[in-house]
């Protein structure tokens, strides 16, 4: 909770939801796997409802079973976005370098193949392709979090339609 500000952690103080460095009312453990709270695992917090059964106590969720169902409605933490979020930059460059790789043989190929005279040679009407620009960022913008995963949009990958951009050589 350190990275919180004052007003969120005061936000949570007055929630009825609480999160716990251990689980101090009986059974003292998480309802879903049943690990109790211990020093053994101090990354482990309780979350605390305020919710008690009878014949039971009180009921705490540990942070992992937490975790474990956010995952399952699709949620994720901000710290994971933000991993995310850097990960997608660090492909989207990856991807730069790699087109502009391609451009650059494809075109000395096509130097090759024009230089001398044999099949595949270009057209004079036929355009190179151009290096790809990097994409421009700020090192100082902090990524906006989501806390929800999942949309509308198809999943980026490879294109299996069949369909061609550019000239298929074969070198055997």
Not at 20 to 39: E, F, S, Y
Not at 59 to 76: D, E
Not at 118 to 140: H, N
Request: glycine content about 8%; aromatic content about 6%; proline content about 6%.
């Amino acid at each position: 909770m350190s990275s919180m500000t004052e007003a969120e952690q005061q936000a949570i103080a007055n929630s009825r939801i609480q999160v716990r460095n251990n689980a101090p009312a009986l059974p003292g453990k998480c309802v879903v796997c049943g690990t109790p709270g211990d020093i053994e695992d101090p990354d482990r917090t309780f979350i605390d409802f305020g919710f008690d059964l009878d014949d039971y106590g009180t009921v705490y969720f540990c942070s992992t079973c937490m975790n474990q169902i956010a995952n399952a409605l699709g949620y994720i933490s901000d710290s994971e976005w933000a991993k995310l979020q850097v990960r997608s930059l660090e492909l989207q460059d990856e991807i730069t370098v790699l087109e502009n790789e391609r451009n650059a043989a494809t075109n000395a190929l096509r130097t090759y193949l024009n230089g001398t005279g044999g099949v595949g040679a270009r057209s004079e009407s036929e355009e190179l392709p151009q290096p790809v620009s990097p994409i421009k960022r700020t090192a100082t913008k902090k990524p906006a979090p989501k806390s929800a995963v999942g949309s509308n949009a198809k999943d980026s990958g490879p294109d299996d339609t069949g369909d061609s951009d550019g000239d298929t050589i074969s070198l055997h």
